[in-house]
């Protein structure tokens, strides 16, 4: 296959037959699916669902991350003509990955969200698939982290993020995308001690337990060396990793809600991803991706770049 098969390709997310392989219809045409991958709730014969969260109820300063999903489809249809240039591994020749579309909820009954998204998340782990949600604000990864941890157990979390989102709250009924990994300790979703935050650049004193790796420590360190601290916290445990896009510098992810300054570059992330390759990660998301305050578009493509990485990662230890 090559670039010339654009004239043949198009709309692929709902006529490809094979559910894997790159795809090559032409970037600006065609029905919009997360890396041009078949929409499907069926998932027999499949490896590795892809689905989107369009949620925002309480972020900080500036909604629309419920237009992140929409965003980021449109921004990996760039990625699916190559394997990623970093990996000698091609998650979309060898995994068969679906776009197992959005969650569908009812936005006048915001109580009634988190079993939507646990029932739906079990959907997908439920017939055997992995699963890499696109968000939404970042309360999202709680109700997706509880469906993971029945089917595994508590979980190492690797967070990548300006903010720890370790603040108290023991209301467990409240949804707030700044309380969610309080929660996730309290109610032993996730085990603080293999647990580990990276960019963090906001004051909390309290992170109960989770190993933290501040944006200086990150900065000051090859990302090869982040890397293998967070593998050494995280050990061979079922990891989820949560990526909130503004663990990037503004200048890499304007177009967030809680935007800090001093983050990570896009290159920086790029490399460390790579290097936690091995670890035994079970599922992950990219959340806060919030397209009306950035233009450029520049936020959504690197969420899709996070999405493909987080696709890598699983893949990587079960190659066949």
């Not at 991706?289 to 990662?313: K, Q």
Request: glycine share 10%.
């Amino acid at each position: 296959m090559a670039l010339q098969d654009a004239r043949d390709q198009v709309d692929n997310a709902f006529r490809r037959d094979d559910p894997r392989g790159l795809s090559f219809e032409n970037a600006f045409g065609g029905a919009t699916s997360a890396f041009r991958r078949k929409y499907t709730r069926d998932l027999t014969g499949y490896d590795l669902a892809i689905t989107g969260v369009p949620f925002d109820q309480a972020v900080t300063h500036r909604p629309g991350t419920r237009f992140g999903p929409r965003a980021i489809r449109e921004a990996s249809t760039l990625q699916p003509f190559d394997p990623p240039y970093y990996w000698d591994y091609s998650p979309l020749d060898e995994l068969a990955v679906a776009d197992f579309g959005d969650l569908g909820f009812d936005y006048a009954k915001v109580a009634e969200f988190p079993e939507a998204l646990r029932q739906h998340i079990r959907g997908i782990l439920g017939q055997g698939a992995g699963c890499i949600s696109m968000g939404g604000d970042h309360y999202v990864s709680f109700p997706i982290l509880q469906a993971h941890a029945e089917v595994h157990g508590p979980l190492s979390l690797i967070q990548f993020d300006a903010h720890s989102d370790t603040w108290p709250d023991d209301d467990m009924t409240r949804i707030d995308h700044g309380t969610m990994f309080y929660k996730a300790v309290k109610t032993g979703v996730i085990d603080p001690a293999t647990s580990v935050q990276v960019g963090i650049r906001t004051v909390n004193p309290d992170t109960l337990g989770v190993t933290t790796i501040d944006a200086r420590a990150v900065h000051e360190a090859a990302p090869g060396e982040v890397a293998a601290r967070i593998k050494a916290v995280v050990g061979d445990r079922p990891t989820y990793l949560t990526f909130d896009i503004d663990c990037l510098d503004p200048a890499f992810a304007p177009g967030t809600g809680t935007p800090v300054w001093g983050g990570l570059s896009s290159g920086q992330v790029a490399a460390i991803l790579r290097d936690l390759a091995g670890i035994n990660l079970v599922g992950g998301d990219v959340v806060e991706v919030s397209p009306p305050y950035d233009t450029t578009g520049a936020t959504a493509i690197a969420g899709a770049h996070i999405v493909m990485e987080l696709m890598c990662l699983w893949g990587w230890t079960r190659r066949k």
